[in-house]
């Protein structure tokens, strides 16, 4: 009797014991390849390692596209993760995705967890709220593009840093003539040279305050403006002045190999530059159309966000806000800017960089954050928030192709963008409705 009565006390504390030591599970699928997916689990990792109850599980899911749609089909599937990266231009999507997302201010709220928005960059999170002032996301890996250069080649050419397009073309032209094979390129074009250039020179993109203000909203990037800068660098590609590289960060190698001297991409890139470039490289604020605006406004960010998915146990849901808090912290923002190039979410984590001495060892690291910073954004640089966008910038790269192709003219190709962009909106109103 006595042998049984230890058995069962023995068998009952082995159970509580793996009770006591169960930890709760947080999914987090993810976007991050290569190095800054390592990045990526190396945060879950050292979260895990401050505590005892979660543990976050990090899965890569493919790129921004590849991600968002397995994440929407998991959930209709109810097999979805708690957490999901989603880039910026999904964020309309997601919002329209009702019953799917638990906005994370509410999470945090809910979870019992010291929230204070005041803490993050304005420029960052303002493309996030609602327009009560909620936040739906929490912030992750924020860029803007900059415009990198070959500080080497720019010397040996005997040109200054360019701050407007028309030193763009002068420098380029003395790339060129040095001996280059090509003056500059750029990378993520309809978030560069259309999204972002029109922010810079403060002129809407689209109607109702770049989407923002509703989904009933219409194209209106296919202005003289932006149709002038096209056609003008187009005409560039005579003598490789300018050299189309492809879509997204194709053309990275052209400016890492010493073809390109000056490249317009995202400041996320200056991990895999520092690695790969046998060259002194700088990045100062994007060119200054003086035929357009006086000065510049602001650029806008890309990259992503983390979104919490509804449908889970209140208990994980407090270990992701924690995760989140983690996440979030001056040292762990910190570290990821910069090792990444990504901005900063927080004020903290920017003044523990200048504290650390980073911007002073790596000059230029701070001209993503002055870029975001530099004026209070207005309607037209605040951000985009348009449905089916993902799909537009898919139609914008083709029409744009056609342009650097020689088959259209950039009025041609920007009115059909416009028209089948339009066509998009309306078939994504109709879905939100």
Known sequence: MTCKILTLSASALVLTTGMAFAQTEIQWWHAM?????????????????????????????????????????????KEHPHLVQVFEVGTATMMAAKGAIYPVEQLMSDAGEPFDK????????????????????????????????????????????????????????????????????????????????????NMAMGTKENGFAGFDTEFTFNNEKVAARLDDIAALSEGNLFKYGGRRGDSLPMFTNGECGMWMNSSAYYGSIKGQAQFEF?????????????????????????????????????GLAKFLTYLSSPEVQAWWHQETGYVPITTAAYELSKEQGFYDSNPGTDTAIQQLSLNTPTANSRGIRFGNFVQVRDVINEELEALWAGDKTAAQALDAAVERGNGLLRKFERSAN
């Open 33 to 77: 390849g290569g190095t800054n997916g390592e990045r990526v689990d190396k945060i879950a990792a050292d979260f895990n390692a401050s505590q005892s109850e979660y543990k976050v599980v990090p899965t890569y899911k493919g790129n921004y596209t590849e991600t968002m749609t397995a994440a929407v089909a998991a959930f209709r599937a």
């Open 118 to 201: 005041s803490d993050y960059l304005p420029a960052v999170i303002s493309y996030y709220q609602t327009s009560e002032g909620e936040l739906l996301s929490m912030p992750f890996n924020s860029s803007t593009p900059v415009l990198w250069y070959n500080a080497d080649a720019l010397k040996a050419a005997g040109v200054e840093v360019p701050k407007t397009w028309d030193d763009m073309k002068t420098a380029a032209q003395a790339l060129v003539d040095s001996g280059m094979d090509c003056g500059f390129s750029f990378g993520w074009q309809s978030w560069v040279m259309i999204e972002n250039y029109s922010a810079w020179h």
């Open 282 to 318: 700088g990045q100062t604020m994007l060119p200054l159309d003086t035929a357009v605006a006086d000065a510049p406004q602001n650029s806008i960010i890309g990259g992503a966000t983390l979104w919490a998915l509804a449908g889970h146990e209140a208990e994980e849901y407090k």
